[in-house]
């Protein structure tokens, strides 16, 4: 196994990010095997979304198969770079204990799940594209598929943000037993310098495995999980620009390939136009 | 050959997941079920204009093409059923999983099969085109609908033993239903119209099944 896909499928059955191996707030990725993994991951996704210029009617389109295939690692990447400064200094202003290192390995786990199940919905995607002649449908199609893995990505990020920022074994112990000191047994309570949880504690620990479950007990820190929750949102409408700045990817059947469109109208009143046309 | 009906009903009554032979063994031999009944009926259903001279062909054709139907739609919804039961953390049962899966569509297979008998007797009750297609609809219903009923138990095992597998069992459903829709509207014509010549494929625009859908809802809402 090549050691970029054992670290891809260590994060997709989240055994890279479980409790055992954030221990020191950090999730200790190996980020360049990742950022490889997104590369083949999303040039992977490119070429499945090619088919449609490859298989169009009066011959294939290579250039625009080509095209694809690098635009697609290009709307990631620089989605990554424009919105990934911001996340960084919020998160600060806000006075999260996580460092630049800490968020930047969460975005790129987070990013890693995402183009794996882009990746993985390829050959689907494939399928309708060779059999497929409506550019409204494939349109709509892998805006669906985008947004389906783009959510699974977000629901791994705030998974493994709560892992993150919960606070430690210990001092949840040391909280209970401080607020449980003068009315409860002391004899409860762990030893100062334990680093033993007590029973209570242990069992809000305890989690379901894989990476996009659910952690019972965590307690969230609020203002930063606002701040990524708003990230999500902001990096979403960035992505979804990013795409139409990039165009066009399936690339019309009626119009010559170019590699860029002229700036014009936007993403959403592009979908919107593809929903249309499809009943009409 | 008493190894053969030993597998069918192994496979009809779920007893699979249970046995001890390796998953790769059991797997091959639930592919070779799905191609050998899916051809037996395959077979039956491109007969309706007879099997003399062309239209010999249909049959073939059609025998070829719904093992394809079948083991193509699974091949193309298993990676992403793969990458989300993994992130489920579901992935030390996957084997099982797919194990359930093929056993789903070889007793699919097996009832299409069962039903052949009816097809040919249907086809030397009535030569209407149109009748043959609504009919063989019907048997792909049946047939479906056991193939469901035969995964709902063979899943039942893996629900049992972790519940976040049934939210799986419905994320395949999905898939395998989005996929085979289109596949089936690809791959046709199964039965073949005796007036028009033989093909394996349409010569015309392949088109799109959910859109021709789309639009005659449309057009029933509109006009």
């Known amino acids: 196994m090549k050691p970029w896909w054992r670290d891809l499928d260590r994060v997709l059955r989240g055994e890279a990010t479980s409790l055992d191996a954030n221990g020191e707030g950090r999730l200790g990725l190996p980020l360049d095997r990742l950022l490889l993994a997104i590369l083949l991951m999303t040039m992977a996704y490119g070429v499945c979304m090619g088919f449609y210029a490859g298989f169009r009617e009066g011959g294939p389109v290579v250039a625009q198969w080509l095209a694809v295939t690098a635009k697609v690692p290009c709307l990631f990447f620089l989605t990554l770079v424009v919105t990934f400064p911001s996340l960084y200094v919020f998160n600060a202003l806000v006075g999260s204990r996580l460092t630049l290192a800490a968020v930047f390995e969460l975005v790129v786990g987070s990013v890693a799940v995402n183009v794996a199940v882009l990746a993985s919905l390829g050959p689907i995607v494939a399928f309708f594209s060779v059999s497929t002649t409506s550019y409204p449908f494939i349109l709509l199609l892998n805006v669906l598929v985008f947004l389906l893995s783009g959510m699974l990505g977000f629901g791994f990020m705030l998974r493994t943000l709560g892992r993150m920022i919960a606070p430690r074994p210990e001092c949840i112990a040391q909280q209970q037993c401080d607020s449980r000191h003068d009315s409860l047994a002391e004899t409860e309570c762990p030893p100062e310098g334990s680093e033993e949880p007590s029973t209570p504690v242990k069992a809000r620990l305890v989690e379901e495995p894989g990476s996009i479950g659910g952690l019972r007990g965590c307690l969230l820190e609020w203002r930063v999980r606002t701040v990524f929750a708003c990230w999500m949102m902001v990096s979403t409408l960035v992505c979804a620009q990013m795409a139409w700045v990039l165009r066009p990817f399936l690339g019309k059947p009626s119009e010559p390939f170019q590699w860029f469109c002229a700036r014009e109208s936007n993403f959403f009143a592009a979908v919107w136009e593809a929903f249309r046309t499809l009943l009409m | ?223």
């Open chain 2, 1 to 223: 050959m008493n190894g053969l009906w030993v597998h069918i009903d192994e496979i009809l009554r779920c007893r699979q997941t249970a046995q001890s032979r390796p998953a790769r063994a059991v797997l091959l031999s639930m592919i070779a079920c799905i191609v050998t009944f899916g051809m037996v009926y395959g077979a039956v259903m491109g007969s309706f204009g007879g099997i003399g001279g062309q239209r010999l062909w249909q049959a073939i054709y059609s025998a070829l093409k719904v093992p394809l139907l079948l083991v193509g739609t699974s091949l193309i919804a298993w990676p992403s059923f793969f990458v989300l039961n993994t992130l489920a953390g579901l992935r030390g049962d996957f084997v099982r999983a797919t194990t359930a899966l093929m056993a789903a569509q070889a007793g699919l297979a097996i009832v299409l099969a069962s039903l052949a008998p009816l097809t040919i007797v249907w086809y030397a009750s009535s030569s209407d085109y149109g009748d043959a297609l609504r009919f063989n609809g019907v048997m792909f219903a049946i047939a479906c609908l056991a193939g469901q009923w035969l995964l709902r138990d063979h899943y039942r095992v893996l629900i049992e033993g972790d519940p976040r597998h049934r939210r799986m069992f419905w994320i395949w459903l999905g898939l395998y239903v989005f996929v085979a829709i289109q596949m089936a509207w690809v791959l046709r014509p199964f039965v073949g119209d005796p007036n028009a010549p033989v093909e394996f494929l349409r010569r015309e625009k392949w088109g799109n099944a959910y859109l021709v859908v789309v639009r005659l809802i449309y057009e029933a809402l509109v006009h």
